[in-house]
């Protein structure tokens, strides 16, 4: 992954919570970062490549060869902010956190709208070859220009989203049906079991719960403070928070047309 430069300004902890602020520096990686694992998270392109080679192995010449790029280049919809700001967070967990991701969601997205189960992030901490914890959490965009933005707090906000995946086992057992079958015969089938049982033999407690907040704006530590102590002192171990605001420089508004590779947009 593009070794982005990052400057941290601020981390905290209290009780079963971590948070820290943290921004990318505006340089020739923090773009092809954007341009290649957040674009390739974003769009899918090694699952779409796939696709199309496979259509492609079972047309032959003339109609058949022709639908087969009418069916890959049909249109998309229009990317939105918050959906960059989500790949980026998952690119992002990868490299910073060493999350893994046994599935990417945007294959299940069958209309722009459409509804993934219980959480933005899905997906485990590797802790070896045949060894992981559970990890899921919420991600929000925010071009707010208070300090803490409105996304960490009220009924849609990040804080109540996370205490509910906390607290409902319901929706934690969506999520570990959800990856179960995404694992299942994989190379991450053993880290999957070895998560599952981490969860059972704790009584539905051992998992860590990620926020992230990506945002346009300079770092303050209250935008994570007062929901990292509400958190993590609310909750009950072996369960973890682990809250981060992530600082682009660039305004959010913008961040659907920095994915865009040039010689794409010239064409």
Same mark, same amino acid.
Not at 228 to 237: E, I, M, Q, S
Not at 257 to 265: A, M, V
């Given at each position: 992954? @593009? ?5 941290? #300004? ?7 919570? @971590? ?7 505006? !340089? ?15 769009? !899918? ?73 219980g959480a933005d992030l899905v ?20 071009e707010d220009v208070d300090t ?11 804080? #109540? ?18 990856? #179960?079958?995404?694992?299942?015969? @994989? ?16 009584g539905g407690r051992e998992f ?60």
């Open positions: 992954m @593009t070794p982005c430069t990052i400057t941290d #300004h601020y981390e905290g902890s209290s009780g079963q919570a @971590t948070w820290k602020g943290r921004s990318i520096s505006d !340089d020739p990686d923090l773009r092809a970062f954007l341009q290649g694992p957040v674009r390739e998270r974003l769009l !899918d392109v090694e699952g779409v490549d796939e696709f199309a080679a496979d259509l492609a192995g079972l047309a032959s010449a003339g109609v058949a060869s022709e639908t087969v790029e009418a069916v890959i280049s049909g249109p998309g919809h229009a990317r939105r902010p918050w959906e960059v700001g989500e790949a980026a967070a998952e690119a992002l967990l990868e490299e910073h956190r060493g999350l893994v991701w046994p599935w990417n969601k945007e294959r299940d997205k069958l209309a722009p709208k459409a509804s993934l189960p997906g485990l901490i590797s802790l070896g070859p045949n060894d992981a914890v559970l990890a899921i959490g919420e991600v929000k965009t925010s803490p933005p409105g996304v960490m707090s009220g009924r849609s906000g990040m804080a #109540h989203q996370l205490q509910r995946l906390e607290d409902d086992p319901g929706l934690q057992g969506t999520v570990l049906r959800w990856l #179960h079958v995404r694992c299942k015969e @994989t190379p991450f089938w053993s880290r999957y079991q070895a998560a599952a049982s981490r969860y059972l033999q704790s860590v719960l990620f926020g992230l907040l990506m945002r346009d704006t300079e770092p303050h530590a209250l935008d994570l403070e007062a929901r990292g102590k509400t958190l993590g002192d609310g909750a009950t171990a072996p369960t973890t928070y682990e809250l981060s605001a992530w600082h682009l420089p660039f305004p959010v508004a913008e961040w659907p047309g920095l994915i865009e590779i040039e010689n794409e947009e010239e064409g």
